[in-house]
């Protein structure tokens, strides 16, 4: 498999690096949000921008953007638009959703976005064509906040999402019992172990999936996403908290 190096940061590499996410709704709160993250044991940051108030605003988004940089150094930056579809908080269109993504792209400021795996249409290829063409990394994502499909449905995905061109792989589903939870961990050892070609992003949500936050990189998960002051998704543990725990650990080097 072969790793992802962004800003000097390796991902699929030793330890499952910590993603926290910056949920902020006012730019001010962003920029707060984001000087913090050194502290807390964050190794990359993810920019919720369906929870920014101007999201539709594509100056202000690319005004954003640049204060972000300048906040978080080298830390690299990803950028998400999560639909309502998929847990967001804000409804955006097709059209406004590719828009949107093309103006993170045209601001230079991004080292990554993140493109759902069913957006329809033309939209992921196009939108990791895109990407790469501005030297952006590309997350092809998935998630089910309703269930866990099964685990040759979860490896389709992922090979498709490869398939696609991503850089890395990302998928989240909503445990129902503790064999969901094994059966997450179970498809994404397979998907390593006989698939990937590229990173794993891999997660159960919620308090039963919480563990795979902790253990994912055991089976081939690459990143963990933890929580600062708000956390973006159900499960999320406090990055600082996190880092400590995945310390413990012998990941493989």
Not at 12 to 28: D, F, M, Q, Y
Not at 190 to 199: N, V, Y
Not at 203 to 223: E, K, N, P, Q
Request: net charge negative; with cysteine; charged share 20%.
């Amino acid at each position: 498999m072969n790793t992802v190096n962004v800003r000097g940061l390796e991902i699929g590499a030793g330890r499952p690096k910590i993603a926290v996410s910056l949920t902020g709704a006012a730019r001010e709160d962003l920029i707060a949000q984001a000087r913090a993250l050194p502290g807390l044991g964050a190794d990359l940051a993810e920019w919720r921008m369906d929870c920014f108030a101007q999201v539709e605003n594509s100056a202000a988004v690319e005004a954003c953007l640049r204060d972000l940089r300048r906040s978080l150094g080298e830390m690299p930056l990803l950028a998400t638009f999560r639909t309502d579809r998929e847990g967001g908080s804000h409804p955006l269109s097709a059209p406004h959703y590719i828009a949107l993504n093309e103006a993170v792209l045209s601001s230079g400021q991004a080292d990554l976005i993140d493109v759902e795996l069913f957006s329809g249409g033309d939209c992921v290829p196009h939108l990791v064509a895109a990407a790469h063409s501005a030297g952006v990394r590309v997350v092809l994502s998935n998630h089910d906040f309703e269930k866990t499909p099964l685990k040759d449905e979860l490896i389709r995905r992922l090979c498709r999402m490869q398939e696609l061109g991503a850089d890395l792989l990302k998928i989240a589903v909503m445990p129902r019992c503790r064999s969901d939870v094994l059966l997450l961990l179970q498809a994404t050892e397979e998907m390593l172990s006989q698939h990937a070609r590229k990173p794993l992003i891999t997660m159960s949500m919620g308090d039963l999936g919480m563990v795979t936050r902790i253990c994912g990189g055991f089976f081939g998960s690459a990143v963990t996403f933890g929580s600062a002051a708000q956390a973006s998704a159900p499960g999320q543990l406090p990055s600082e908290h996190l880092r400590t725990l995945l310390s413990l650990m012998p990941f493989p080097s």
